[in-house]
Each structure stands twice: as C-alpha cells, then as structure tokens.
C-alpha cells in the first residue's frame, strides 16, 4: 500500500513546477496590493497565498487534467469506503484523498481568518471538495464519490490540526502567552 501511495505522491509532486508561474504572480500581485493601499509588507501572507495558489493548480491538474475528457463516467456514489475489505485501491485512494486536503486545513486558516475555527475550515474543504466531485461528474474526468468528500474533509481537519501546532509552536517560541 505504501508503495502505491508513494508512486502515486510523486506523480503529483511532479505538477507542482508548473504552478509555480500563477504561484509567483500570485505573490507579486499581493505585494503590489499592499503597496498601492500603504499598507505594511506582509512577506509571509504573500509567500502563503502564492503556496496556497500552487497548492490549487496541482488540485486542479490532478483531479481534471490528468485524465480524459469522459474517461471515467460512472455516476454518483454515496458509498462510503465500499469494499474497503476486499479491495486495496480503496483505501489507497482514501488516504491520498486525506493527504490531498492536509495544505487546504494548514494554509487557508493562516490566510483567512474566518478559517481559524474548524468548523469554518472544514465546511470550505467540504464545499470545494463537492465542488470537484460536481465538476468531474459534468465533465466525465472523474467520479463523483461522497467517500472523497468525506476523506478531503478529513485531510483538512488534520490540516487545520497541523496548523494549531505550529501556531502554538510559534506563541512558545516568540513568549506569547499561550491559550489552550
């Protein structure tokens, strides 16, 4: 099962170079914005949304422009994990479905902060993931499955988990007072 998963990862890692343009631009147009309002610099929220942009066209190459147009019509799926037993490609597509969503959770509450309340986050990873799910069953590049809904909302969730604790890592090291 790793071995599919790392196959699989690689694959993926192998789009992000091509983000890089729109996640640059990205970067240059937000610094640009704060220096047309007067506003103070901020690098690491222009360095975040240009992550978070990159983060989106890998989203996008994998979910619709690596596969064919019609290449995979099947209807809805409301089934969660169905076969899971039986199947090891199902859970392998579980886990790559979680590992997918983890930027979503660490990098949009450090953007947004509506999205530093979980379940803020989480309704946006379910809503975006939904909208993908939408978007490959019109187009037939992909199948509309609940199971992926679920597994990106989770990947948010541990997401958000991992920016919670580099946050408080952050509050220890600068000597913040820290909330639990």
Known sequence: MFELISTDMMEVFGRIPGGLVPGLAAVILVLLMEKIFRREFHILAACLTGCFVVYLYVIVQTAFFSREPGSRVGGIDLRILPGW???IFVCVYAVENIFMFFPFGMIL????????????????????????????????????????????????????????????????????????
């Open 85 to 87: 037993r039986n199947n």
């Open 109 to 180: 509450p450090a953007l947004w902060k509506p999205c530093r309340r979980l379940s803020v986050c989480i309704l946006l990873a379910a809503l975006f993931s939904a909208g993908i799910e939408a978007a490959q069953y019109v187009t037939g590049r992909g199948y509309c499955q609940a199971e992926d809904v679920l597994m990106n909302a989770l990947g948010a969730a541990a997401g958000y988990g991992i920016f919670l604790l580099l946050r408080l890592a952050k509050n220890i090291l600068s000597g913040r007072k820290v909330k639990l």
